[in-house]
Structures are given as structure tokens and as C-alpha cells.
């Protein structure tokens, strides 16, 4: 049973351009979360989503962020007109239809904005 | 609002040595679920161990064990015979079971945990 995937693993920006990363989660999982983590610090969460819902986006910002979980294909984060301050590694979690607590993490993907 | 809480940003251990990693935690629920990662220069995120609330019993998985104690609100891990590749960032991580809030996790800072030869 594969993991979490998530691609690309490292993705390079210009300030201005659109950053899209995705996330396939782990077979027979349909709850998916996306988490920011900027350097030495810990995971925030940013949204969680089941499939074609988003059930909690408390953490998004308000502004050039969006996530979907289409019915078909991976979970996406799309990140609009990215600034410096954007840089982070991103990580998407999954987790069953029954047993929702524990969280399966992909590899992360590390954005870097010019 | 809950928040986890690690206050020891770094630490070190001898190889095959014991050490004790501190988790604090705030929060107004009942029931929840706790939980340590691992995660090694390679930025992976590994589950290592986790704990009910509703068990009295502390959660051990092999040379890993916790500490949990519910009115102090304290979860701390504690590695037995340390190895080299257990050298990582440690988060604990705190969620709350009810679907109601998202189950997303709160994460603490990390500490940096080194394993010297």
C-alpha cells in the first residue's frame, strides 16, 4: 500500500507566478489536510477536506490560497501571485473513512519563492 | 483554543542511553487523541506513537514509550537505548476526536533531539 504522495517534492517560483502542488492520499483514505511548516518551526494547519467538501479552511489564508479534492485525481493547493513569504514546506496528511485520528503524512513539498 | 507546548528546544543523548522528551498541552475537551512524530533530515513526517485519552494505560511501541498524564495535562516520550537514527525533530501533535472541530492537528515547536556516538 503506498503512502502519501505528494509532487512536486521541490518547486521553484518567481514572486508573482502560481504555485500548484498536489497530494494523492493513501488507498481507501478520503480525508485529506494540508499543513505549512516555515523553517524551525512546527506544522500549522491550513485546510481539510474530503472529497469535492472542504470541511475546515480555518487555517487558509484569506487571500491567493485555495484547496480542492476533486472526485477524481489528487487533492490540490494552489497558491496565487506567491510572495517571499510563501517559502515553506507543505505537507498533506491523510486519514481513513473509519478511524479518523491518526494522520499519514506525504514527503512534503518545499516551495521556494525568488 | 488548544495549544501544545515543548520547551525543550534541543536535546542530546549517548547512543543506547535513555531520554525523555516534554509535551505540555491546554485544552478544554474531554476526549482527544495525542500523538508524537518523527521527523529526520530527510523532513519525512513518521508516526511514532499514539495515545488515547480515554486509556489510563500509557502507549509503548518498542523502544518508544509515553508518559501521559491527563490532569497535568503532560504527555512526554521516552526513547529507551537510543540509535544514531533516531536522531530527528520531535513534534508532538494534539487532536480533538469530535468531527465537529476538523480533526486537524495542533503541533508543539519541535525539539531537536541529537544521538551521539
Known amino acids: 500500500n503506498a503512502g502519501v504522495m505528494q509532487n512536486p517534492r521541490h518547486l521553484v517560483r518567481r514572486r508573482g507566478q502560481e504555485a500548484r502542488l498536489r497530494c494523492s492520499p493513501m488507498k481507501g483514505h478520503s480525508h485529506v489536510y494540508w499543513y505549512r511548516q516555515l523553517p524551525e518551526e512546527g506544522l500549522k494547519f491550513m485546510v481539510y477536506?474530503?472529497?469535492?467538501?472542504?470541511?475546515?479552511e480555518s487555517g487558509m489564508p484569506k487571500e491567493r490560497f485555495s484547496a480542492e479534492f476533486p472526485k477524481e485525481g489528487p487533492s490540490i493547493l494552489r497558491i496565487q501571485q506567491v510572495v517571499r513569504g510563501d517559502s515553506a514546506a507543505y505537507f498533506c496528511?491523510?486519514?481513513?473513512?473509519?478511524?479518523?485520528?491518526?494522520?499519514?503524512f506525504g514527503p512534503g513539498t518545499r516551495l521556494l519563492v525568488l | 483554543a488548544q495549544t501544545v507546548t515543548q520547551s525543550q528546544p534541543e536535546m542530546s543523548v549517548q547512543e543506547a542511553e535513555t531520554v525523555t522528551l516534554s509535551c505540555t498541552y491546554d485544552?478544554?475537551?474531554?476526549?482527544?487523541?495525542l500523538f508524537w512524530y518523527k521527523q529526520p533530515p530527510s523532513r519525512q513526517m513518521i508516526l511514532v506513537i499514539r495515545q488515547e485519552a480515554y486509556k489510563q494505560q500509557n502507549a509503548t511501541e518498542n523502544r518508544f514509550s509515553v508518559n501521559f498524564q491527563k490532569a497535568a495535562k503532560s504527555f512526554s516520550l521516552k526513547i529507551s537505548d537510543s540509535q544514531l537514527g533516531d536522531t530527528a525533530m520531535y513534534f508532538c501533535?494534539?487532536?480533538?476526536?469530535?468531527?465537529?472541530?476538523?480533526?486537524?492537528?495542533?503541533f508543539g515547536p519541535g525539539t531537536r533531539l541529537s544521538v551521539l556516538p
Open positions: 477536506l474530503q472529497k469535492e467538501n472542504i470541511i475546515d
Open positions: 501533535a494534539f487532536t480533538n476526536r469530535l468531527p465537529t472541530y476538523g480533526q486537524n492537528f495542533v
Open positions: 496528511a491523510s486519514s481513513p473513512r473509519t478511524g479518523r485520528e491518526t494522520q499519514y
Open positions: 485544552t478544554s475537551e474531554n476526549n482527544y487523541y
